[in-house]
């Protein structure tokens, strides 16, 4: 009985093995099916790319969302229309609107369950304004870089990411401006405003090489700050780091009334170390407020 019994579990062990041979077999096949459909999707998204036109005139307001799409921004004053292009990728989708003077451009991954087993390479969305002149722009992407590739004024700007980098040439706001990411860098020519400016980042880099504001801020957790900063007469600005470094030139401005402190970090003022953990000093009327701030990170100002 023992034997017949040895023998039975056997041969249902060497069933359930060849089953669950056959289980793989049929799974690597749908995969691999899978994979094939959703690359050719993919080179289809890539070679082909829609493109939509709405009305846009100077003044107009400008929303645009991503997940993980690059950003483009760039002005043509030839055309009449905002034009927008994505390519054609079958697992996401566009959506363009305008409802009085705002223009909301979005685009968001489609759920499919194939998207679970490969990832996919996300077409740049490119748009192109009639002029560079706006009303509020407002610009979001999770994992995409944002790129400004056109000197811009408007009322506000708010440009935020998590882990992709905001680019620029030049950014002219007549309220607010603000530049916000986490581990992504911040780099342009000019960012200015007459109201206040902000540019944040966690880990990430903030490099540019004029900055303006009637109200300055400047902050990074564990990375560079660098730029020069002009300030308009009864203005202020404000850097702090934990443990990156800041380095600003202040020599267009006057008035100054400079506040410095670290923890552990170094003080310089034009080349020249400052003793202890704590440093100011002041020119002129001194009307123009700068406190600047570290833990381990060193600050060196120019003025």
Same mark, same amino acid.
């Given at each position: ?6 023998? #039975?579990? !056997?041969? &249902? ?22 994979? @094939? ?6 080179? %289809?998204?890539?070679?082909? %790319?829609?493109?939509?036109?709405? /009305? ?10 991503? +997940?993980?799409?690059?950003? +483009? ?6 055309? $009449? ?8 990728? /079958? ?20 759920? $499919? ?13 490119? +748009? #192109? ?6 009303? $509020? ?5 999770? @994992? ?19 882990? !992709? *980098?905001? &680019? ?12 916000? #990411? ?7 020519? *000019? ?6 400016? =902000?540019?944040?980042?966690?880990? !990430? ?14 902050? =990074?957790?564990?990375? %560079?700050?660098?730029?020069?900063? %002009? ?21 267009? @401005?006057?008035?100054?009334?400079? #506040? ?39 600050? &060196?100002?120019?003025?």
């Amino acid at each position: 009985m023992t034997g017949t019994t040895d023998s #039975t579990k !056997g041969t &249902d062990m060497l069933k359930d093995t060849n089953a669950n041979k056959i289980f793989l077999i049929i799974l690597v096949l749908i995969l691999a099916l899978s994979f @094939s459909l959703y690359k050719g999707w993919e080179k %289809r998204g890539i070679e082909q %790319r829609r493109d939509q036109q709405i /009305d846009f005139q100077e003044g107009d307001s400008l929303e645009v969302s991503t +997940i993980s799409n690059d950003i +483009i921004i760039e002005v043509d004053e030839g055309v $009449r229309q905002a034009s927008i292009s994505l390519g054609k990728h /079958d697992n996401e989708e566009l959506k363009v609107s305008k409802q009085g003077s705002l223009v909301t451009v979005s685009v968001s991954p489609i759920k $499919r369950w194939f998207i679970r087993f490969f990832s996919y390479n996300p077409s740049p969305l490119m +748009i #192109t304004l009639p002029s560079e002149d706006l009303g $509020r722009l407002e610009v979001t992407s999770t @994992s995409g870089d944002i790129t400004l590739m056109h000197p811009m004024k408007t009322n506000s700007t708010k440009v935020s990411g998590v882990s !992709g *980098e905001v &680019d620029f040439l030049t950014l002219r706001a007549s309220d607010n401006l603000e530049l916000r #990411t986490v581990s992504g860098d911040i780099s342009g020519k *000019e960012a200015s405003s007459d109201g206040d400016v =902000t540019l944040s980042s966690t880990s !990430g880099t903030v490099e540019v090489q004029q900055i303006s504001g009637a109200k300055t801020t400047l902050k =990074t957790v564990s990375s %560079r700050i660098e730029g020069e900063v %002009r300030l308009p007469e009864g203005s202020s600005v404000e850097a702090k780091t934990t443990s990156g470094a800041i380095e600003l030139n202040l020599r267009s @401005s006057e008035n100054l009334k400079v #506040t410095a402190s670290t923890v552990s970090g170094s003080i310089e003022f034009n080349d020249e170390r400052q003793t202890g953990k704590e440093a100011s000093l002041q020119t002129g009327e001194a009307s123009n407020l700068v406190r600047l701030s570290s833990v381990s990170g060193e600050i &060196d100002l120019l003025y």
